[in-house]
T-cell receptor, first 110, second 116 residues
Framework: SQQGEEDPQALSIQEGENATMNCSYK?????LQWYRQNSGRGLVHLIL?????REKHSGRLRVTLDTSKKSSSLLITASRAADTASYFC??????????FGKGNQVVVIP | GAVVSQHPSWVICKSGTSVKIECRSL??????MFWYRQFPKQSLMLMAT?????????EQGVEKDKFLINHASLTLSTLTVTSAHPEDSSFYIC????????????FGPGTRLTVL
């Protein structure tokens, strides 16, 4: 089966607040990636964190990785209306195929 | 990153007809291309992986005779949905990757297929 799961969440927050979403996966990984998808659009790569990293920052994004728990979190700080989207984590599985988790729908209210 | 285009961006067809979706890598030698399907409010599910000049490898449960994939060049892959039925209505997204297995994947904007 295709791995990479997160607790299916629908977050609704006010602009300026932080948004946190989680992801869990099943097998050992070399890296984990987060993607954003605006409604009805393709995916945009946000950030990649390697298995030997515990935390990584990119602008307003902060990603953590806990390989012992096979989980990752994505934090968006000081959210903006433009951050409204679905967010997916993704990991590689057999034969280097990228599999996606269920996704988190984030709505930022202006 | 690589620029990936898909054509058409949306298509409506009658049940029983075939539909071809193109995926082009505009500025990137796509050794490997992937086709995903996404139903409303769900995640992307990998349908098949294709390497240039080779037959596609399909995921379990995906009918290779129904979803024909051709990856004839490093910049073009096509997905043909044959004898489409309403349950094939979905968002189809292609993705490209370079030679290294863990190179970043770049995604097309997707094609919305509606089968009446």
């Amino acid at each position: 089966s295709q791995q990479g799961e997160e607790d299916p969440q629908a977050l609704s927050i006010q602009e300026g607040e932080n948004a946190t979403m989680n992801c869990s996966y099943k097998t050992s990984i070399n890296n984990l990636q987060w993607y954003r998808q605006n409604s009805g659009r393709g995916l945009v790569h946000l950030i990649l964190i390697r298995s030997n990293e515990r935390e990584k920052h990119s602008g307003r994004l902060r990603v953590t990785l806990d390989t012992s728990k096979k989980s990752s979190s994505l934090l968006i700080t000081a959210s903006r209306a433009a951050d409204t989207a679905s967010y997916f984590c993704a990991t590689y599985y057999g034969n280097n195929r990228l599999a996606f988790g269920k996704g988190n729908q984030v709505v930022v209210i202006p | 990153g690589a620029v990936v285009s898909q054509h058409p961006s949306w298509v409506i067809c009658k049940s029983g007809t075939s539909v071809k979706i193109e995926c082009r890598s505009l500025d990137f030698q796509a050794t490997t291309m992937f086709w995903y399907r996404q139903f409303p409010k769900q995640s992307l599910m990998l349908m098949a992986t294709s390497n240039e000049g080779s037959k596609a490898t399909y995921e379990q449960g995906v009918e290779k005779d129904k979803f024909l994939i051709n990856h004839a060049s490093l910049t073009l892959s096509t997905l043909t949905v044959t004898s489409a039925h309403p349950e094939d209505s979905s968002f189809y997204i292609c993705s490209v990757r370079g030679l290294a297995p863990e190179d970043e994947q770049f995604f097309g904007p997707g094609t919305r297929l509606t089968v009446l």
